[in-house]
C-alpha cells in the first residue's frame, strides 16, 4: 500500500462551511457527497491510502468535519477507514486527533447503533461498504 | 459595676441606633435614585394619525444613560425585553422610538445586539423603529464611529456617511456565509500584519457561534451579527481588533441537553448557572438534538482561548455572564439575553502564536 490519492479540501473550497447542506455552502455533507465519498471508494478498490489534505483553507468548524469523516465511517467502518486514509492537517494538528479520537469513534456507535446521517438534500446514489462489496446507491 | 455596664450598654444602643439610622438613610437614598431612574426611564405612549388617517401606535422607549453590556447590562436586557414586548402585533401598528438623548456610556457589545434585535422585529413584524443621537459628544461619536449607521437611514430617507473602517454585519440569513467571513478576516489581518492572509482560529469560531445559531435558532427570525472594531493605541495606530458576535435565539443554557441524573446531582450541589455554561463548553452535555457525536464547537471555542490565539473571550447567554480569562468576573445576571453574546479580541501576538504553532 505505497500508493496515494490525495484529495485536498481547497480543491473543493477555500470556505468550508456547517455542517448540512441546508445550513450553508460547501457544508461537510457536501464535501462528503461530492468528494470524499468517491475517492475513498477509488481508493479502498486499488488497495491504496487516501490522502486528505486540511491546509490552506480559512479554517473549518468542527461539525464540517464531523459530517465529511464521520459519513465515511458510516458507509464504510471504522477499520476500513482507519486503515486507509491519512489526513494531513499542518496548520491544525488538533483536527487529526479530533477526527481519529472523537469523530472516527462516535460515529461507529452511531453505525452499529444504526442511527443513520441525515441528509437535508437529495444526492446522488453514493458508495457504502456492505458484507465484503462496496455497493452504489440511494440509502436514504 | 453595674453604673458602668448600663453606661456601656447605652453607648452600644446609640451606636446601634446611629447605624441604624445611617443605613435607613443610605437605603433611602438608593430608593430616591432608584425613583428617579424609573421616572427616566417611564415610558411615553401615543397614538398619532398620519397624513392618510391610518393610526399608528408611537412607543418613546427612553435607553437611560448607559447602553452598555459590559457596564450595565440588565439596562440592555431591559431595552431588548421592551422591544419584544411592544413589537408583538397586537392592535394598531406601532412605532417604537429610542430615546438615546441621555446615554452616555456606550459599548459595540450593546450596539450589536441592539442591531440583532431591531433587524429581527422589523423582518418579522410590521413595526417602525427610529431614535436619536445622544446629546454627549463622546458617546455620538462612538455610535457614529460603529457601524450601527450603516443600517439606518436619516429623516431625509439618506444613508448615513461613514466615519471609521469599523462595521457591523449580518452574516447570513437562514444560512452561514462562510465566504463574506472569510473576507471579512482576510481584511482584519491585513489591518494589523499588513498582509492579507487566513487566520483559521477566528473563522473557525465564527462558523462554530453561526452553526448553532442556524441550528438551534427559531426558523423565521435566524439573525445574527459580526461586529468588527478596531481598537487604536495612544498614537491612532490600530493594535487590536475586537470582534462581537451576537445570536438571537434561545441560548446555549437552552439548547444543551442535561440528562435527569445530571439535574439532580446539580440540583443537590447547587451548581451555579455559570458552573452550568462554563461545563457546556467543556463538553460535559449532551446537544438537544441527541446525537452522541455533537456538542464540540464549544469546547473548540475555549480551546482557541486557552492557546491565546484569541484574548478576552466573553460570553453573555441567557442570564449568565462568563469571562474565560478573568473567571472570578463570570456572575449571573439580573435579567436574561434572548440569545446568545460572544465577543474576543485578536493582536499581533495572538497570530504569532498561532503561526509559530503551524511552523
Given at each position: 500500500?505505497?500508493?496515494?490519492?490525495?484529495?485536498r479540501?481547497?480543491?473543493?473550497t477555500?470556505y468550508?462551511?456547517?455542517r448540512?447542506?441546508?445550513?450553508?455552502?460547501n457544508?461537510?455533507?457536501?464535501?462528503?457527497?461530492?468528494?470524499?465519498?468517491l475517492?475513498?471508494?477509488?481508493?479502498?478498490?486499488?488497495n491504496?491510502?487516501?490522502?486528505?489534505?486540511?491546509d490552506?483553507?480559512a479554517?473549518?468548524?468542527?461539525?464540517?468535519?464531523?459530517?465529511?469523516?464521520?459519513?465515511?465511517?458510516?458507509?464504510?467502518?471504522?477499520?476500513?477507514?482507519?486503515?486507509?486514509?491519512e489526513?494531513?492537517?499542518?496548520?491544525?494538528?488538533?483536527?487529526?486527533?479530533?477526527?481519529?479520537?472523537?469523530?472516527?469513534?462516535?460515529?461507529?456507535?452511531?453505525?452499529?447503533?444504526?442511527?443513520?446521517?441525515?441528509?437535508t438534500?437529495?444526492?446522488?446514489?453514493?458508495?457504502?461498504?456492505?458484507?465484503?462489496?462496496?455497493?452504489?446507491?440511494?440509502?436514504? | 459595676?453595674?453604673?458602668?455596664?448600663?453606661?456601656?450598654?447605652?453607648?452600644?444602643?446609640?451606636?446601634?441606633?446611629?447605624?441604624?439610622?445611617?443605613?435607613?438613610k443610605?437605603?433611602?437614598?438608593?430608593?430616591?435614585?432608584?425613583?428617579?431612574?424609573?421616572?427616566?426611564?417611564?415610558?411615553q405612549?401615543?397614538?398619532?394619525?398620519?397624513?392618510?388617517?391610518?393610526?399608528?401606535?408611537?412607543?418613546?422607549?427612553?435607553?437611560?444613560?448607559?447602553?452598555?453590556?459590559?457596564?450595565?447590562?440588565?439596562?440592555?436586557?431591559?431595552?431588548?425585553?421592551?422591544?419584544?414586548?411592544?413589537?408583538?402585533?397586537k392592535?394598531?401598528?406601532?412605532?417604537?422610538?429610542?430615546?438615546?438623548?441621555?446615554?452616555?456610556?456606550?459599548?459595540?457589545?450593546?450596539?450589536?445586539?441592539?442591531?440583532?434585535?431591531?433587524?429581527?422585529?422589523?423582518?418579522?413584524?410590521?413595526?417602525?423603529?427610529?431614535?436619536?443621537?445622544?446629546?454627549d459628544?463622546?458617546?455620538?461619536?462612538?455610535?457614529?464611529?460603529?457601524?450601527?449607521?450603516?443600517?439606518?437611514?436619516?429623516?431625509?430617507?439618506?444613508?448615513?456617511?461613514?466615519?471609521?473602517?469599523?462595521?457591523?454585519?449580518?452574516?447570513?440569513?437562514?444560512?452561514?456565509?462562510?465566504?463574506?467571513?472569510?473576507?471579512?478576516?482576510?481584511?482584519?489581518?491585513?489591518?494589523i500584519?499588513?498582509i492579507?492572509?487566513?487566520?483559521?482560529?477566528?473563522f473557525?469560531?465564527?462558523?462554530?457561534?453561526?452553526?448553532?445559531?442556524?441550528?438551534?435558532?427559531?426558523?423565521?427570525?435566524?439573525?445574527?451579527?459580526?461586529?468588527?472594531?478596531?481598537?487604536?493605541?495612544?498614537?491612532?495606530?490600530?493594535?487590536?481588533?475586537l470582534f462581537?458576535?451576537?445570536?438571537?435565539?434561545?441560548?446555549?443554557?437552552?439548547?444543551?441537553?442535561?440528562?435527569?441524573?445530571?439535574?439532580?446531582y446539580?440540583?443537590?450541589r447547587?451548581?451555579?448557572?455559570?458552573?452550568?455554561?462554563?461545563?457546556?463548553f467543556?463538553?460535559k452535555?449532551g446537544?438537544?438534538?441527541?446525537?452522541?457525536?455533537?456538542?464540540?464547537?464549544?469546547?473548540?471555542?475555549?480551546?482557541?482561548?486557552?492557546?491565546?490565539?484569541i484574548?478576552e473571550?466573553k460570553?453573555?447567554?441567557?442570564?449568565?455572564?462568563?469571562?474565560?480569562?478573568?473567571?472570578?468576573e463570570?456572575?449571573?445576571?439580573?435579567?436574561?439575553?434572548p440569545?446568545?453574546f460572544?465577543?474576543?479580541?485578536?493582536?499581533?501576538?495572538?497570530?504569532?502564536?498561532?503561526?509559530?504553532?503551524?511552523?
Amino acid at each position: 500500500m505505497e500508493q496515494k490519492n490525495y484529495l485536498r479540501v481547497l480543491d473543493f473550497t477555500e470556505y468550508p462551511g456547517p455542517r448540512y447542506c441546508e445550513q450553508g455552502n460547501n457544508s461537510g455533507e457536501e464535501f462528503y457527497h461530492k468528494k470524499l465519498n468517491l475517492e475513498f471508494k477509488n481508493a479502498l478498490e486499488n488497495n491504496i491510502k487516501l490522502t486528505v489534505d486540511l491546509d490552506k483553507t480559512a479554517g473549518y468548524a468542527s461539525s464540517f468535519l464531523d459530517e465529511a469523516f464521520g459519513n465515511l465511517v458510516f458507509d464504510f467502518s471504522l477499520e476500513k477507514v482507519k486503515n486507509n486514509i491519512e489526513i494531513i492537517s499542518n496548520e491544525e494538528k488538533d483536527w487529526i486527533t479530533m477526527i481519529f479520537d472523537m469523530v472516527m469513534p462516535d460515529w461507529e456507535k452511531r453505525r452499529n447503533e444504526n442511527k443513520p446521517p441525515k441528509k437535508t438534500q437529495t444526492h446522488e446514489a453514493w458508495y457504502r461498504f456492505i458484507g465484503n462489496t462496496i455497493e452504489c446507491r440511494k440509502w436514504l | 459595676m453595674t453604673t458602668n455596664f448600663f453606661y456601656i450598654k447605652a453607648e452600644s444602643e446609640k451606636r446601634k441606633n446611629r447605624r441604624a439610622k445611617r443605613k435607613q438613610k443610605e437605603l433611602n437614598l438608593k430608593r430616591t435614585a432608584i425613583k428617579k431612574q424609573n421616572k427616566k426611564r417611564r415610558l411615553q405612549t401615543t397614538v398619532e394619525t398620519l397624513r392618510n388617517g391610518r393610526k399608528i401606535h408611537k412607543v418613546i422607549i427612553p435607553i437611560g444613560d448607559s447602553i452598555s453590556l459590559f457596564h450595565d447590562s440588565d439596562n440592555v436586557m431591559r431595552i431588548v425585553n421592551l422591544l419584544n414586548r411592544f413589537s408583538l402585533p397586537k392592535g394598531l401598528q406601532r412605532h417604537l422610538e429610542l430615546d438615546m438623548s441621555l446615554v452616555r456610556i456606550v459599548d459595540i457589545g450593546a450596539l450589536s445586539l441592539l442591531l440583532a434585535k431591531v433587524n429581527e422585529i422589523t423582518k418579522s413584524r410590521k413595526v417602525i423603529i427610529s431614535g436619536n443621537f445622544p446629546l454627549d459628544d463622546n458617546a455620538r461619536d462612538y455610535i457614529e464611529k460603529s457601524g450601527f449607521l450603516d443600517y439606518m437611514i436619516d429623516l431625509t430617507g439618506r444613508k448615513f456617511e461613514r466615519h471609521s473602517d469599523n462595521f457591523l454585519v449580518r452574516i447570513g440569513d437562514k444560512k452561514t456565509d462562510n465566504e463574506n467571513v472569510g473576507y471579512l478576516i482576510k481584511k482584519c489581518m491585513k489591518v494589523i500584519t499588513g498582509i492579507e492572509s487566513h487566520y483559521p482560529p477566528v473563522f473557525s469560531i465564527i462558523q462554530e457561534m453561526s452553526g448553532n445559531s442556524v441550528e438551534h435558532a427559531n426558523i423565521d427570525n435566524k439573525n445574527w451579527l459580526l461586529g468588527v472594531n478596531f481598537q487604536r493605541n495612544e498614537l491612532g495606530e490600530i493594535e487590536e481588533v475586537l470582534f462581537t458576535m451576537v445570536d438571537v435565539g434561545f441560548g446555549i443554557l437552552n439548547t444543551i441537553n442535561r440528562k435527569w441524573s445530571t439535574l439532580i446531582y446539580e440540583g443537590l450541589r447547587l451548581t451555579s448557572k455559570t458552573d452550568i455554561l462554563f461545563r457546556a463548553f467543556e463538553r460535559k452535555y449532551g446537544s438537544s438534538t441527541e446525537e452522541i457525536n455533537r456538542n464540540r464547537g464549544l469546547p473548540l471555542i475555549k480551546t482557541i482561548s486557552e492557546k491565546k490565539q484569541i484574548i478576552e473571550l466573553k460570553v453573555i447567554t441567557n442570564n449568565v455572564f462568563l469571562d474565560f480569562e478573568n473567571t472570578g468576573e463570570s456572575k449571573v445576571l439580573r435579567k436574561g439575553l434572548p440569545g446568545t453574546f460572544y465577543c474576543w479580541k485578536i493582536n499581533k501576538e495572538c497570530i504569532e502564536t498561532w503561526n509559530k504553532k503551524t511552523i
